[in-house]
């Protein structure tokens, strides 16, 4: 804790430039650590257009930077504003930096992204480190597979900060289901940074009025869920296509589209589902913990937030990662479906609607993630409260156990 200061401040910065993975872990993180250490302040900042559709408890908040979104050419424009990227890339950096500088926190998380977008947060990185701010880089299970990660890395110029302004680099899972740095060759002081903390487990909040649900979910039903849903139409059209051949299906189905899905493919969706008496559609629900918990099973793309979920709220599920433009998915996906946590159903491009039936009917039997026991899986919180502890209440620390690092 700073000098002279009796709060605790956390400062978490996600690019968000499209989707809601990053946004919704960086949350779920500052909640825990809220509820954890009660002098503490956590500020998110965030280009998500939509953070502000989210809940947060108190003592967490936000800046929002203005949006960017990359387009099919890698390439990245203004979100809303008319004006050229450069300047927008500018505006957030100053805008980055600022707020870092007044906040002025103990800790600053970096989600996913080492230098940020286009290398936005280079400069906070250089600056908090000369005040003593301690440094981290947080990276969920699966980034993706090496041979385009690694030149990625090598283009961004990435292992300087790792080496020298970095502390610690947490990885949100398990070796033994993912490396998400394997074939990327690190200096030995860069790997002794690295410290695997679990998988960042979910709850149901049950906090304020309780959220309202679709009428749906008043019998047992099976949630499709695609996330931000930018990347989710082939999963929800292969879905409905498995309703409108077989009416017969074991569980009614919840799609949540996402809001992020181009409108004109939402309204076809919406449209078909309205036609069967079976499925009901919705863009968007602030609470999907809610109604994951309500599931009788899940059908997802496998994507970090909703793989915690599933895991957290031991639901069966089926996944159907998508392979373009990354692998992330499916890595996690087969590696969970080899452990017996999920299944998994290949995305073949030809969406036979009696597949996906034979694959909705056969998720009622399989197993639980419960029923597989792999030791530390949902302890990522619990360990990055212990990761922090000692920068926020030295005394307290001394009493918690120490986590397990990975040189």
């Not at 920068?391 to 990975?406: G, K, M």
């Amino acid at each position: 804790m700073m000098s002279g200061r009796k709060d605790g401040r956390i400062l978490i910065y996600s690019h968000d430039t499209f989707g809601l993975g990053h946004l919704r872990r960086c949350r779920t993180i500052a909640h825990a650590l809220v509820d954890r250490f009660k002098h503490l302040s956590v500020l998110i900042l965030s280009g998500s257009p939509i953070i502000g559709s989210f809940d947060f408890r108190s003592r967490v908040d936000f800046v929002r930077v203005p949006g960017v979104i990359k387009l099919r050419n890698g390439e990245y424009t203004a979100l809303n504003l008319h004006i050229d990227v450069e300047q927008m890339l500018k505006m957030r950096a100053s805008i980055i930096r600022h707020t870092a500088e007044m906040f002025d926190p103990d800790i600053f998380i970096v989600d996913k992204e080492p230098l940020g977008l286009r290398g936005e947060v280079l400069e906070t990185l250089e600056m908090l480190k000369q005040r003593g701010t301690r440094l981290v880089l947080g990276l969920r299970d699966v980034m993706d597979e090496p041979k385009l990660l690694v030149p990625e890395w090598r283009r961004k110029n990435v292992l300087p900060a790792l080496r020298d302004l970095y502390d610690e680099i947490w990885i949100y899972g398990l070796p033994q289901i993912c490396d998400p740095l394997e074939g990327i060759a690190l200096p030995t002081r860069v790997r002794q940074k690295i410290t695997y903390t679990g998988y960042l487990p979910r709850e149901v909040s049950t906090r304020g009025a309780p959220p309202r649900l679709p009428e749906i979910t008043k019998r047992p039903y099976i949630l499709v869920t695609t996330g931000g849903g930018g990347d989710g139409e082939s999963l929800i059209d292969w879905v409905l296509r498995a309703y409108e051949h077989d009416a017969l299906l074991p569980y009614p189905a919840l799609m949540v589209l996402g809001p992020f899905m181009q409108p004109e493919r939402q309204a076809e969706f919406m449209d078909r589902a309205s036609r069967l008496k079976r499925v009901d559609a919705i863009t968007f629900h602030n609470h999907l913990e809610t109604l994951v918990a309500g599931a009788a099973g899940v059908v997802a793309m496998g994507g970090y937030n909703t793989f915690c979920e599933v895991l957290s709220l031991d639901k069966r599920a089926l996944i159907i990662p998508r392979t373009t433009p990354r692998l992330e998915q499916f890595i996690r996906a087969s590696s969970a479906a080899r452990l017996g946590l999920v299944s998994m159903l290949n995305d073949d491009g030809n969406y036979d609607p009696a597949v996906m039936a034979a694959a909705l009917r056969a998720l009622p039997r399989q197993n639980r993630p419960s029923e597989v026991v792999v030791p530390g899986l949902l302890e990522g919180l619990t360990n990055v409260a212990r990761r922090v502890a000692p920068w926020l209440e030295p005394v307290e620390s001394e009493a918690l156990p120490v986590v397990s690092r990975i040189g």
